[in-house]
């Protein structure tokens, strides 16, 4: 059963530490566009609970926000306040957030509990390369980000929050591109 439980973040980070979509580096295809300013200073990570923990708050790299779940359209189950992080420089790369680390994949479970990998369908300011050109991304990046998800989902607010985002997408008719079919979550 899942529960409301701090995630071990310190292990997330330690095997996610080198781990990139494919073996060179993707920002030379698009000029690092995901961690650039959009027009209206709106594009930041939003961090799971407890991964806050992660980090000293004074990192000279970031700015925080305090945001309330409610108004962002997270579950009820996520509690004041949601941290949400703008970068105003280049991060230290060990230090990044686990959302950067999984982009541009994103968690899909199906109704029976199966979690899939899909490209991120959230409407972006930009466009990833690796998702327009559907790049094959390693196969190991995938894995690693599977098993992630596995950690995280036995937090049962994230796993309401990938409920929530997986219905949606059905509801909308969405059809996601699939990377990683298939790992059965209990
Ligand atoms: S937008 Fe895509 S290709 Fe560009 S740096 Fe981000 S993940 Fe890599
Ligand atoms: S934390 Fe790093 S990878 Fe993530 S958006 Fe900021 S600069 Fe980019």
Sequence with gaps: MSSKMIVNYKELYDITSTLTPIYSDCGELCGKICCQP???DNLGVYLYPGEERMFTGKENWLQWEHRNPAEDDFPPSWGFPVHFIRCTRSCPREQR???C???P???HLLKDNTLLLIHETLKLPYMCPLITGRTPLRKDFAEITARCWQELLRD???RDLV???SREREREGCRPYVVYPGIKIF
């Design 101 to 103: 680390r999984f982009f």
């Design 163 to 165: 409920e929530m985002d």
């Design 105 to 107: 994949l994103a968690p």
């Design 38 to 40: 959009d027009s209206e």
């Design 97 to 99: 957030p686990l959302n």
């Design 156 to 158: 049962s607010r994230i």
